[in-house]
């Protein structure tokens, strides 16, 4: 008499624990993807909602980061690395060898599908264009962070967090190189530069333009990058524990010689100088530098202005001084291709070639 009731009653019990289960058993269809976390701001607290300057970088630790915005758990399966714990003003060569090394060993593994990277703003574009040039797969690398730290009012690390997860989870990110995702844009690691020191809309390609936005949930492509990047580049870090000394010049008026000729008495193998205007090089600067180059020191003619070609031939022979120019790279990332320039060649040629390679 009692056996009907209780079999509805098993049947619900059934019915809970398979609901339940599914609630906390993350989606096997979802795309896995592995959040390293590095520092910054999007990991840095302050002291009230309103501090969004003279706050603490790089305080909270990956779990945290990715507790607070429980949204990643319906876009992908997350799990969080800390691979450093810095304020990105101290990335460096050393660094990005470690962190290059552990995005190639996870995106080799089968069931990782993507790869974020949180970072501080300040040196991110220049992490980004170094893992664009040295990972070794077509699965997404994305690199996020925020201007205001996660106490603040309006912080905007969690949505780009949340953005930059559903990227690396995309099939429409595959093959596009390493990816820059905030304030809902998508950027090229080539041509991404930190525009403005506090706004949320500070990463811009400012005239090579954006690759898309991510909106309503994903990432909308309008653009590709035309340069090489990732899996079809020549450059091997796997075996490296360290990169050439390669260090900027820049140039103002009034500048004279002495930081050329500090760099190279100091070991520099190669110097990029940030010229003016087409990268020119002031009539005290060239002798320093045509004198380094006859030392057997790699000069890469760069401008400060930030965009626009830095023409070969134009404001300098650089035929006659052997000298490289940048295209349109700006200083910072002329240093990281001509440190892994470095590491294949010394011959001004190739690395001519591969200024307009990548
Ligand atoms: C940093 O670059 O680590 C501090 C600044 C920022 O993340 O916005």
Redesign the pocket.
């Known amino acids: 008499m009692y056996l009907k009731p209780m079999r509805h009653l098993f049947a619900l019990f059934l019915c809970l624990s398979a609901l339940t289960a599914q609630a906390q058993t993350p989606n096997a269809k979802l795309p896995k993807v592995v959040i390293l976390a590095t520092?910054?701001?999007?990991a840095?607290t302050g002291a009230t909602s309103t501090t969004t300057v003279g706050y603490t970088?790089?305080t909270v630790g990956v779990d945290a980061l990715i507790k607070a915005v429980p949204e990643l758990q319906k876009v992908a399966r997350v799990s969080g690395e800390q691979v450093f714990q810095?304020?990105?003003?101290n990335m460096g060569n050393e660094q990005w060898l470690v962190l290059a090394k552990r995005v190639n060993t996870l995106l080799a593994q089968p069931d990782v599908d993507g790869i974020v990277i949180t970072?501080?703003?300040?040196?991110?574009e220049e992490t980004a264009y170094f893992l664009d040039l040295v990972v070794k797969s077509r699965k997404p690398v994305v690199v996020v962070?925020?201007?205001r730290p996660s106490t603040a009012m309006s912080a905007d690390g969690p949505i780009n967090l949340y953005n930059a997860v559903i990227t690396a989870g995309s099939q429409d990110a595959v093959g596009k190189g390493v990816l820059v995702v905030m304030n809902d844009q998508i950027n090229a690691a080539r041509d991404v530069t930190k525009t403005n020191t506090v706004t949320t809309d500070t990463f811009k390609a400012t005239e090579l333009g954006m690759l898309g936005y991510v909106v309503g949930g994903q990432p909308h492509f309008y653009r590709a990058s035309t340069r090489k990047h990732t899996f079809d580049t020549e450059f091997d870090v796997s075996k490296l524990d360290a990169l050439p000394p390669v260090e900027i010049a820049y140039t103002y008026a009034n500048v004279g010689p002495t930081a050329v000729n500090a760099l190279v008495a100091a070991g520099a193998k190669g110097l990029v100088h940030a010229g003016v205007g087409d990268g020119s090089l002031p009539a005290k600067v060239r002798p320093a530098l045509s004198a380094a180059r006859g030392k057997g020191v790699i000069i890469v003619r760069s401008s400060r202005v930030g965009q626009g070609i830095v023409a070969r031939n134009g404001e300098a022979n650089d035929d006659q001084l052997d000298f490289v120019v940048s295209d349109t790279l700006n200083p910072q990332k002329a240093r990281i291709l001509l440190m892994l320039a470095l590491t294949r060649t010394t011959s001004t040629r190739e690395i001519q070639r591969m200024f307009y390679t990548y």
């Open positions: 520092g910054g701001t999007i840095g970088a790089a810095i304020a990105s003003e970072h501080g703003t300040d040196t991110l962070g925020s201007m």
